[in-house]
Every structure is written in structure tokens, then in C-alpha cells.
């Protein structure tokens, strides 16, 4: 099992510029998630999808968009990169909500994005 | 991956002896939480979680507490080793729901 991939590993965009950041995990979770790292902050949650075909806005949704495309895949996009959007992305999934009890997150290796 | 870590706290201990870790969780209804061990340049790798109806928890050379008085977790790991050098940071969740607030972390050196 790779568990939950992300590509690319790095990206430097020009202010305006698109992308989309893919995600994939192979553990048949329900539950993916897309958070941003920077410095001297803990992750913050950009979007997350709580079950295939549902995505919901999370901490920080401004500037981004996301698809779920299928039980594994867990897009996310960046429609005019800003500097502000200068970060490392993480991917995450997990089981989810299951018999009452939630589940820990289980990482991908990131995104490094510069915006220039 | 050295953005991240950055300014943060940094606990130096010894190889071979004991490191504790703390955590001040924010909400009072969290009920759910994880310890996360991170390394240089990668993502955040699973160590191990806690539920609010127990007040210890075991893994192999881990044990995490909670104290729901304070608000507070920590993680302690036995006979620190060179690999366990990395930033851990808490994260909290209220059962039933999909947000995680995630700690900023410490920074853990291993002193040889």
C-alpha cells in the first residue's frame, strides 16, 4: 500500500497562474482532507470531503477549489495563485466517521508551493 | 521542509533518556485527540491518539495523558533515540465531526 500519494512534490507558479494539486490514497477511506503548513502555524484546513461526492469549505477556502473525483481521488486547485498562497500542502485521509468514533488522519508527503 | 518548524519551542534530551512532550488543547468539548511525529521535509506520520474517556494511553515506547481539567496532553517517550528527533504537535477533534485543530509543535533534538 503507498497510503495517501500527492503530486507534484514541488511547484513555483507566477502570481496568476493555475494549478491543481492531486491526491490519491489506496486505504478505501471515506474521509479526505486538504490542509496548508507554515511557519509558526499548525495545519489549517483548506477543504475537506467527509464522503465520496460531498466537499465542504473548511478554515481557509478563499482562492482554492476542490473535486472529489472518486472514492480516492481528492483534488485540490488554485484558480490564480497569489503569494499568500506560498506554503506546503498536505493531503490527508482517514476512515472518517465510523460506529460513532473518529479516526486519525493519515498524511501524504506534501506539496511545496512557491508563488512568485 | 525546513519552513516548517521554524521559532518553534525545542526540547534537547539526551539518547537514551526519557522526553515529555505537552500539549494546551483549545476546546473544552474536544474528545478526541492525536500526537503526530514529523520529520524534515515530510508529512505528519501518525504516533498515537487518545479518547476522552481514558486518561492514559500505551504504545511501544510512548504514552500519552490527558488531563481534561487543564486542557492538557502530553506525550512521553521512553529511552529517546536519534530517530525520534523531529517536530510533534497535538491534534484535537469533537467525535462526530471533521474538523481537527492541530497544535504548532515542538521541536524534539536527540543529543548524542
Known amino acids: 500500500n503507498a497510503g495517501v500519494t500527492q503530486t507534484p512534490k514541488f511547484q513555483v507558479l507566477k502570481t496568476g497562474q493555475s494549478m491543481t494539486l492531486q491526491c490519491a490514497q489506496d486505504?478505501?477511506?471515506?474521509?479526505m482532507y486538504w490542509y496548508r503548513q507554515d511557519p509558526g502555524m499548525g495545519l489549517r484546513l483548506i477543504y475537506y470531503s467527509a464522503s465520496e461526492g460531498t466537499t465542504d469549505k473548511g478554515e481557509v477556502p478563499n482562492g482554492y477549489n476542490v473535486s472529489r473525483l472518486n472514492k480516492r481521488e481528492f483534488s485540490l486547485r488554485l484558480e490564480s495563485a497569489a503569494p499568500s498562497q506560498t506554503s506546503v500542502y498536505f493531503c490527508?485521509?482517514?476512515?472518517?466517521?465510523?460506529?460513532?468514533?473518529?479516526?486519525?488522519?493519515?498524511f501524504g508527503p506534501g506539496t511545496r508551493l512557491t508563488v512568485l | 521542509g525546513e519552513s516548517v518548524g521554524l521559532h518553534l519551542p525545542t526540547l534537547s534530551v539526551q539518547e537514551g533518556d526519557n522526553s515529555i512532550i505537552n500539549c494546551a488543547y483549545s476546546n473544552s468539548a474536544s474528545d478526541y485527540f492525536i500526537w503526530y511525529k514529523q520529520e524534515s521535509g515530510k508529512g505528519p506520520q501518525f504516533i498515537i491518539d487518545i479518547r476522552s474517556n481514558m486518561d492514559k494511553r500505551q504504545g511501544q515506547r510512548v504514552t500519552v495523558l490527558l488531563n481534561k481539567t487543564v486542557k492538557h496532553l502530553s506525550l512521553q517517550i521512553a529511552a529517546t533515540q536519534p530517530g525520534d528527533s523531529a517536530v510533534y504537535f497535538c491534534a484535537e477533534n469533537k467525535e462526530g465531526t471533521y474538523k481537527y485543530i492541530f497544535g504548532t509543535g515542538t521541536r524534539l533534538k536527540v543529543l548524542a
Open positions: 486505504m478505501n477511506h471515506n474521509s
Open positions: 490527508a485521509s482517514s476512515a472518517g466517521y465510523v460506529g460513532g468514533l473518529s479516526n486519525e488522519q493519515f
